[in-house]
């Protein structure tokens, strides 16, 4: 359902057509942009509130004096309202609605879905299949996890491209941290059973997974398979240790402890996570609160919006009470499939958790501000150095990266006046260059970014970073020439004597040269960029160089499948070995013919392939 109005927006008309269903409801802007996305548990109450002669905040004055038209969605409970409505907010964005920044770099315990899972840390988008387990506050906790899971279970953690290509087992199974199913030292279901109980771990079922274990050590034990009852006891005693540094009040509790402080319309809430009673370390959040001044309005926005995303404890612990709590535990239940508590007057070890989730937040915010203003400092440091009429918020930095021309990838860093903006980061591939032509490389990347912007009405940098001297900075001022822009301010970034930090030359686009020295606010924020331009592609560079050499040329040839590639390099030791063998040493492998041995030939050694009637088919 929706209204518009041609001038002044009728809030109580509009309200007065409303059912009492519960639902959502959005309010726009003359321009169409999106202001607003609420719940409600009655739709034609809850809108007309805003519309009424009670007081209200300025910033709900300032929001509705906007409001040009309204959508609302009925919906079958309030529970879904509220589903609905982290939805709509995630997505479209609203101006006036507390966000929780997206932020992809949660790490995870993954434990792949394939024939031999392997299980690692992970960061990023989950496309990947399998199980993740998490989010984990802290990188150290994901290590601690898996050195536990690996010392317990003996899973591999391999990447794939290793694990296919083995002949033998590596250190890990050496020092009794995996069962080296590479080689097909452990049998399937052996390890098909250790994942299993891995899991059970990971899942905060440590109890029932040494219930079990117990079990088995017992049937072991009267079966008289006593080396089998006395590896069982060892992990028993193992998983028995573990817990006993776990507790919480007594039980192995899964809990999270969040605390929001906030100063004027800056906020942090700090979250202490446990796991099966496990503490996981903290992990701090600095949501846009786009005007609101309620920490227990923020502290609501956070945990329904961080909660759509992650599996919540069975237990949260909040330092205040917040609006709907019955509504959000209630949604928070429904998604888990079990009871979820939500909790703000709490004793012993629980309150002092919480005192020490408060005292973190205050102090990381302070820091947080700290940081924000001299943010602001360097910002405004630059916009005199270049002669901008105002602080640029938006910059971005280009930085080529490769090794004698091999793998060449550019990135792109985007700051803006909070600083980096990770998720818009990108980074290129570039083909079809000389090897080491960094003009060509820079030009390409510059025109893939920013033909696309022409293109598709993309948003553009109001200041560009070239890492680089005035050749790199000419071929940025060509690619955007050709495409028409004329409003960014381009600035070339040259390495210092001796590439000493400080001493860098900026070189303007209409050729003058500048040196700011050390002490530079501006300097030091064009640094930032340049720096994380530099990591963020040699990183690139450095995993597309390892996927080009870990990948093993046998899955380029035809009638080489998992099977025979295994075969093979199993018998040769390796792919050295295999490349040093001849056409007849090859075809005595099992399941290779001359043919397909000829092939392999071949190609390990750059020849034309012998032509061949028929295919042989994978395997």
Known sequence: MSSTAANDFDGKAFAAGLSTAPGVYRMYAADGSLLYVGKAGALRKRVASYFNSSPKTPRTLAMLAQVARMDVTVTRTEAEALLLENQLIKSLVPRYNVMLRDDKSYPYVLLTQEPW?????????????????????????????????????????????????????????????????????????????????????LDGRSDELTGELTGAMEAASARLDFEQAARLRDLVASIRSLQARQYVDGHAADLDVLACAMQGSAACVLLLAFRDGRNLGTRAFFPRTNGEDSAGEVLAAFVSQYYAEQTPPAEIVLDREIPDAELIEAALGAAAGRKVQLKWNVRSERAGYLDLARRNAEVTLATELSSRDAQHARSEALRELLDLPEPAKRIECFDISHTMGEATVASCVVFD?????????????????????????????????FRRAVEEGGVLPDVLLIDGGAGQLAQAKAALADLGIDSVVLVGVAKGEE????????VLADGREVRPGAASPALQLIQQVRDEAHRFAITGHRGRRQKARMTSRLEDIEGIGPRRRASLLKHFGGLAGLKA?????????????????????ANLHGLAPPVSPSSTGNE
């Open 117 to 201: 899972p392997r299980i690692a840390m992970h960061r990023g988008p989950r496309a990947v299949p399998g199980r993740y387990f998490g989010p984990y506050p802290a990188v150290g906790a994901v290590h601690e996890t898996l050195n536990v899971m690996q010392k317990l279970f003996k899973l591999r953690n391999c990447e794939d491209s290793v694990f296919r290509n083995r002949s033998r087992p590596c250190l890990q199974y050496q020092i009794g941290r995996c069962s080296a199913p590479c080689v097909g030292l452990v049998p399937a279901p052996e390890y098909a059973e250790a994942v299993r109980r891995a899991t059970l771990l």
């Open 417 to 449: 006046a909070a600083g980096a903006v990770r998720g818009q980061y990108r980074r290129y591939n570039i083909t079809g260059i000389e090897p080491g032509d960094d003009y060509a490389a820079m030009r390409q990347a510059l025109d893939r970014r």
């Open 581 to 601: 063998a001849g056409e007849d040493e090859i075809a005595r492998v099992e399941g290779i013919n001359a043919a397909l041995a000829a092939r392999i030939y």
């Open 499 to 506: 590439r000493r930090a400080g001493h860098e030359t900026l």
